[in-house]
């Protein structure tokens, strides 16, 4: 259904993600609006969006922001300290996403999506001092979900060069196919770059995140099978946290309260935003 043929009430919840930025004043008057925002590090992108959703925020359309880490929970009631916060947490696909049979070799992989100045600098001081001799480095971009999920099991470290994310899905999909990480966590992959299974590297540090890939590769050659145990931990640790199940739970029973405290229980019954 297009929107120009949708057709809402006061009855109705509408769900709009944060990028609308400045078009949220723009929204329909009247009914209730849930703002799903995956990102809140880019909640003010675009002219005029402040404004916007400080008039959003004050008014009573707005029941409540979904966020998907508990580092979005956290700036998302500081920017909006009248408005209901709730995480539903990010899924990864453990039936697409984990490890090989068989233990992956001397393979690196990393995505160019973020920091392109940093991973040069890690790459080359690892270059220059000769750490990547005998390993093969992948590049991994313009790959489907499957490809991707096949190059993560021929990984044995998968480095992380997560910036300022609403969640961080791509070292949450490494570990998830047996990789052991090094690397930023975006902030927001604070939650689960547990230092246990993986290795969590300051935020813009660069000659410590060589220096950990460095020892990662180090601890490779002493005793691949000891890394290899910690990737599987790692898998173990986010298919089950993170899996689509856990995500339904919590989206539901979200908006179960949301109807209930609006005294909405017929809509949620009708099958509402399930339907």
């Keep these: ?8 009430s006061a009855a109705d919840t509408l769900v709009v ?33 402040t404004a916007t959703w400080r008039r959003c925020a004050e008014s009573d359309s707005l029941a409540a922001i979904v966020v998907v880490s508990q580092d979005n929970v956290q700036y998302a009631r500081y920017a909006f300290p009248g408005v209901r916060v709730a995480r539903v947490r990010d899924s990864v ?14 393979t690196i992989g990393y995505m160019p999506r973020r920091r392109d100045a940093d991973i040069r600098q890690v790459l080359d001081l690892l270059e220059i001092r000769g750490c990547t001799d005998n390993w093969e480095i992948v590049r991994i971009e313009g ?9 993560f099991r021929t ?21 998830a196919s047996g990789c052991y ?9 604070r939650e689960f770059f547990e230092p246990d299974i993986c290795t969590p590297v300051e935020e813009g540090n660069i000659l410590t995140f060589a220096q950990e890939v460095e020892r990662a590769m180090a601890d490779f050659d002493k005793d691949s099978q000891a890394v290899r ?33 609006s005294g909405d229980r017929g809509g949620a ?4 935003l399930f339907g």
């Design 1 to 8: 259904m297009s929107a120009a043929d949708a057709v809402l």
């Design 93 to 106: 696909d453990g039936n697409l996403f984990h490890p090989a049979d068989k233990p992956p070799g001397r």
């Design 229 to 261: 145990d910690r990737g599987l931990a790692a898998s173990e640790r986010i298919r089950s946290r993170y899996s689509p199940k856990a995500q339904l739970d919590e989206l539901a029973a979200f908006y179960a309260s949301l109807f209930a405290e």
């Design 17 to 49: 993600p944060e990028y609308y930025g400045p078009s949220l004043a723009d929204l329909p008057t009247g009914l209730r609006v849930v703002i799903f925002n995956q990102n809140t590090y880019r909640t003010f992108a675009g002219h005029g969006a």
């Design 269 to 272: 019954a009708n099958g509402g």
């Design 181 to 189: 990480v090094v690397g930023f966590t975006g902030l927001a992959g």
């Design 143 to 151: 790959r489907t979900e499957e490809q991707t999920a096949a190059i």
């Design 155 to 175: 990984c044995s470290i998968f480095l992380s060069f997560s910036e300022r994310e609403g969640f961080g899905m791509p070292p949450a999909e490494a570990m």
